[in-house]
């Protein structure tokens, strides 16, 4: 089925999202409103919302975090989009992946030629373990989460299995925290706009303030080392191991590529598209790898004509740290085992070879999950045109890659974008 | 964009479903295993499932009636299809029919060539107030619900309007539950496998053995009168005004028309499909038309090319009695006004000139509300080819047409099968 072929070219030629965070004020219709006209903005020549013709929205369970089900067609009234065809599309924190694959095939099927794909969720409405709770039900809710688990508990046990089988430390885990917050503190939309230094700094500030004992970590190390300041949360994850619980929204803007340049001289083009389902966790065989990831981007490459080693930048699923590591083997960009070795020596930094998640990542950007996979194509979207401002890559992103999980590896969406 | 055409042809070469009803034993997975597995017999040469290259699961809320999120490569795990694509649809109880358009897109698009279109719900586990609820949040929870606002409420609103413009009283009403429970009765899968008159008879038979008073009720419409025998629910909604709350599935197998005959020689075709959005009831200025549903049936008739004069069997989204007179106004089968009519003179009925829901409908044959759009299809493929035994209409037919809202009518999706 890899081997099929897109009727016809897809592009995007728009994108923009809302500020990551905790908005109590905010719920979703306004986040998507901020992510809507985000995305107009970003259209070089301008967008008339009414040449929209479709929307997709990727959303999880706008059903338990704001008790409103039959979400997509309420996006489509607060940005004015009555009455075009509006539908939700979900598949956990792989809902806004999945959403935009979902309008690349409206596009290719001839149906439609430019199609609205959102992302949208507002968690922080709830007290904090009913979002757990919520959260718990993209695992298997018959199997799983009877025997306790939540979800920093299936990534935990991923990073056990992944420590046991190749001998990596928690270190490893802690230089993507690092990373992470290096480039969400280059990111005006990241909820966490903060280096782990920032965050250290300001931890000293608040102590010296309040007249207790001001922390003398050595270094970032010693800080993520700090029980106190980096409490466990399911070993081996701590707090900055996991990405925290946002309200946010994003959107992009896709139009057959023959009406690409009615919007911009400056398009992107998906020119690969993959995604796979797996098992819930407690049967798979091996939780060292997802094996949705490797399906989904194995027929990704295949559409793409590509190979992992020609991906110039790459947003992937790092719901906690452990995720960024096994993204980036299940993506082929280093071996099976090697993927850690490859956070500690900088080669995912931003200016590495291999940058992973230069707008933060869902760990520092934030994980308003329905919105997830769409905000990865807003990063895309800025480091191809060379929009990133201080978070700009250095050399020429021509071909990105975007990697989106649902629940432990339930599904998964990849997406591979080129600038001509 | 109704001008729009399909890049290749789509056909339908299998379709089933569960039985609908009240099944306490019975999840979302065991319901739709059976609707695969009827599915799969359906299909004239067989179809080994290993062929199936993608999946669409219409699902209006799992979150909330099982707190399972993420139940799309759930499903597509217990029939076998792991690791196919596996996305979840929603648009409430719409959802089913938005998913056999995605199945169609994709199919359109060129990306896949066999597509499984599924739809379920499993509502049953709930205490009713708790399902009350569930369906309410379709509403807008912002506007609606809090003033008060369920679905029989929405209704009774849109009945009561119809009633102050065209005149239309209650008898109306019953004339639709009438028929469209003389339709169950001939379908084994339905909820209520029973017409009034069978009702009627087992409650006298009931009261008989206890050694209560016998009713003796002149006729179905006395029976209906009667405030205990039919309660009013929120007037002038009575009991057999409103579907009932059910479990169920129904599936339905796509390929591209080129491979149509690989699977059956008797293949249905897709010629016509249109989806619309709309605001929610509080914010619409007409409560006795449904505007989405008359601009998704004027797209599908476009695309197709026909008219509402040459559909010969419709099953329309009758969630409330008052919901099928307004459909058979919107889809243009009667002009506004006059649908009510229509019902009352047997128009609608099975061997009439314009038979709707020979299934039974969401009132008779039950509404699973993520699998009722998929189980719309389920219908037409049997009325089409002529398998729907003892109530198999009289005359060819040819064209058909399913008819699915969301909510009130935010959403709608219309399609057209064409038998060659």
Redo the contacts between chains.
Sequence with gaps: ?SS?????GVAVVGAGMSKFGVFREQ?SRDLFVDAFLSMQDSVDKGLDPNDI???FIGN??S??F?????I???M??WVG????????????CASGG?AL??G???I??????IALVGGVEKMSNLPIADVTD?LA??G???YETPAGFTFPGFYAAMATAYMHRYGMMPEALMAVAIKSHENGALNAKAQFNASIGDIMASKRARAAQKGRPVPDWADEMAFLHDERANPTIAWPLRLFDCSPVSDGAAAVLLVSEELARRFTDDPLYIIG?G??????LH?RSDLTAI??AR??SHDAYAMAGVTPQDIKAAEVHDCFTIAEIIASEDLGFFAPGHGFEAAEEGITARNGPTPINTSGGLKAKGHPVGASGVAQVVEVWAQMRGEAGERQVARDVDLALTHNV??TG??CAVHIFERR
Tied chains: 1, 2.
Aim: aromatic share 2%; proline share 4%; net charge negative.
């Design positions: 089925m099929h072929k897109l009727g016809r719920d013709e479709t929307i999880y369970s059903d338990l704001e008790h409103q089900g039959q997509a067609p309420i489509a009234d989009l009555t009455p075009r065809p509006a539908a939700r599309i979900e598949d956990a999945v694959r979902q690349i095939m409206a290719a099927s001839g149906l439609y030629d919520a039900t993209a298997d809710t018959l598209s995604q796979a389902s797996d098992r819930a049967d094996g949705a399906k989904a649902g629940g339930q599904s």
